[in-house]
């Protein structure tokens, strides 16, 4: 889990210069459009909406702009109309990839998506080649330094709201949860005073991939070009990427 944990921590910074930009804004408005969509538009029994305003809040999007989507979503607003599906292909290395997608026109998220896969040494693949590889999971990271609390409590802490698995990674911890315990699992935690850098819904690959040196590269620059595609919600990947490697590309962009 360590490169995982290492790119969602990359992912969360890059997060919040794209913010900055609106294309996280634009993100975080369709999933809460989906989820509402899926669930209905209470947050309280859909577990899935209340997830994104959660996450939409934390980046800052106004409440105005968060209900609006809500009604999208529920149908009480006109407006554009999205679907949501996903996409499967390899990287170079023969990393996995899966994608969920969001998009208002199909046609033409298709070409795109398969452009940059052609691009940066990818391959879009048939439906159902990769997804497999790949299990729902609850992912939350939290920050060992500034919780003020011992190894061994965190663990508790995690065990006792649920978790399926807990590691240390560095300076933080990782917590692995069935999806349907993630928002338990986070409010333990914030009622404890324990500081949460990430939290998410995300696929975890069962199987990993090594790979390293030009490949490497070439995956995570494959990875960055599909997440910042504005109908790509999220990307997955089964890579194993030695963590100094992941740290260098980060600093050189």
Not at 171 to 200: C, G, M, W
Request: with cysteine; hydrophobic share 35%.
């Amino acid at each position: 889990m360590s490169g995982h944990s290492k790119w969602a921590n990359i992912k969360h910074r890059k997060a919040k210069m794209d913010a900055q930009k609106g294309r996280l804004y634009s993100k975080l408005t369709r999933e809460i459009i989906m989820a509402a969509k899926q669930g209905g538009p209470n947050p309280e029994s859909n577990p899935r909406l209340r997830l994104a305003v959660q996450k939409a809040r934390e980046a800052d999007l106004p409440m105005e702009n968060i209900n609006r989507a809500i009604s999208r979503g529920a149908g009480q607003d006109e407006g554009t109309r999205y679907e949501e599906f996903t996409y499967e292909g390899y990287a170079p290395g023969g990393v996995a990839l899966l994608l969920e997608i969001v998009t208002d026109n199909r046609n033409r998220t298709a070409s795109e998506i398969r452009h940059i896969f052609s691009r940066f040494g990818g391959n879009l693949g048939e439906t159902g080649c990769v997804a497999w590889m790949f299990e729902k999971r609850g992912y939350v990271i939290i920050d060992g330094k500034s919780s003020n609390r011992d190894e061994d409590d965190l663990l508790m802490l995690a065990l006792e709201a649920g978790a399926e698995d807990f590691k240390k990674e560095g300076d933080s911890y990782s917590v692995i949860t069935n999806p349907e315990e993630l928002q338990t699992v986070r409010e333990v935690f914030s009622e404890r005073n324990v500081k949460i850098v990430h939290a998410e819904l995300t696929m975890i690959p069962k199987t990993t991939v090594p790979v390293s040196g030009k490949e490497a590269e070439q995956v995570l620059k494959l990875i960055d070009a599909l997440d910042d595609h504005e109908d790509v919600q999220g990307v997955y990947a089964n890579y194993d990427i030695p963590e100094e490697e992941m740290e260098r590309y980060s600093s050189s962009r």
